[in-house]
């Protein structure tokens, strides 16, 4: 019997997407946690320290965000075999995502070592450069894992298993905060390593967490019918090849945005230290907000894929739809939650009467933001779950490069509305993704209906 846009589909279908997303938010807020635990405890060190743990986090950030994006495909293909009934084939798959886990991680540490060559044209303070490189040099070598890590994550969340991703994300951040407080103070004889210190155990957090999720694989019921260690395979670059072209797109998206950010951080910069500041906590609070539709669209990939796999292209724009409905209505709450106590969140962030006062006016402008993003970021996924991957990735870097960043400078530069002009050509660039997002998901799902 087909499926229908019914009032018992429609509860049905949040009802078992909402339980795929909760403990992904909890595991998203929790790695999000370990970057503010980096940089809130190396704050109690020197302000060099500081500025070098920014300085190469702000490398770390851009290289891991990309490897995400990158590793997404694993989530499509798993959910369309689950759908499918081919469980024999999941396995395979599995193995050979691995392989593609530790190519990427690895050409992810080579590019990362690369960027620290950035350095030298930012005009640093020499032990600031030298310690943002070497932060950057030790906590790559969590990369391979992370990245092996990512494709188990995506196989596990496709099968329904998402709550080991959000266990494993807490004793993630837990274990990096004990090892930061050892080695960023040298407690209990050991060495006081400052920001360094934090890389050394984020990079070994990776290699726990990848281990972590291998032991749940081995002892837990759920992973039976579809454990991918029962025997050993080669890496097959027919296979691997298709994996990268259906994830690179999704890598790019990811690695626009977050570029199209960091250089709106630094051109923001130019206007001096309040605008700076405020800056940075509107857009520090809009990130912590943004975890709940992106662990929304995590789901949807998850539902819209196992729906096309069983051939239900009805239920699978249901779920789209359901998707988008759920991100938007939390998007509604949050714009009129930060609309209404935007002064007391500034307030919460600095006691600068002066930053509090532009943070404030910032504000509106991200609650506005709230509702493109959290459109655009579940159609994309929404899209993603069909394997459709470089129509969103050309749609997002036209709103970011083609239209947001060009028009803040615009306003921001030109105009002289510093800051606000930045925010505004963020809202009306992520409004552009939102529009022509939801528009192609909406020709997607009823060409594969009508199909």
Known sequence: MPTTFSRSNLRKEATALWKLAWPVLIGQLATVGMAVADVAMTGHTQASELA???????????????????????????AHEVGAGSHQRIPHLVRQGLWK???????????????TLLFDYLQLAPEV?????????????????FACYRALYGYSASINQTKPVMVIALLGLAFNIAVNWLLVFGHFGLPAMGGVGCAVATGICMWLMLGAMLVWMRMAPAYRATYPFTHWDWPHWPEIRSMLQLGLPIGVTYFA?????????????????????????????????FMVPLSLGIGMVTRVGQALGEGDARRARLASWVGLGLSLAFAVLSAAFIALFRHQIAAAYTSDAAVQATCATLLLFAALFQLSDATQVAAACAIRGYKVTRGPMLIQLLAFWGFALPLGCLLGLWKGMAAAGFWIGLVLGLTVAAVLLTWFLHRLSLTRLRA
């Open 257 to 289: 945005e977050v570029s199209a950010f960091g250089a709106v951080a630094l051109l923001v910069a130019r206007f001096g230290v309040i605008e700076q500041s405020a800056h940075q906590i509107a857009l520090n609070f809009s990130s912590l907000v």
């Open 129 to 145: 450069n030298q310690r943002a490189a070497m932060f950057v040099h030790i906590i790559s070598i969590g990369l391979p894992p």
């Open 101 to 115: 886990g530790l190519g990427v991680g690895l050409a992810a540490a080579l590019l990362a070592n690369l960027a």
């Open 52 to 78: 070098a743990v920014s300085t190469g986090a702000a490398i770390w950030s851009i290289v891991v965000v990309t490897v995400v994006g990158t590793m997404m495909a694993m989530n499509t293909l798993v």
